[in-house]
């Protein structure tokens, strides 16, 4: 069983080593956010704003969308 300071496969989680990719490993559904925005004829962020506090799959998708966002203006 794998403690807190290890993942599943062992390693140490103490920073990423092979290139710093490891979000979009983690993103089940790429673009599903942006399909549903499109079908709803909104922004990708503006849905996610709307939707932030929805319960289930959406509102999850649109927390994820706004906190990746708040990553990349950190760079």
Excluded: C, V, W
């Amino acid at each position: 069983m794998a403690n807190r300071y290890h993942n599943m496969s062992g390693h140490a989680n103490k920073g990423d080593r092979n290139g710093g990719n490891f979000i979009q490993g983690a993103i089940k559904h790429p673009g599903a956010l942006t399909a549903q925005a499109q079908h709803a004829g909104e922004s990708p962020m503006e849905f996610a704003r709307e939707h932030a506090h929805d319960p289930g799959t959406t509102g999850k998708r649109a927390r994820l969308a706004l906190t990746l966002r708040k990553l990349a203006k950190r760079k």
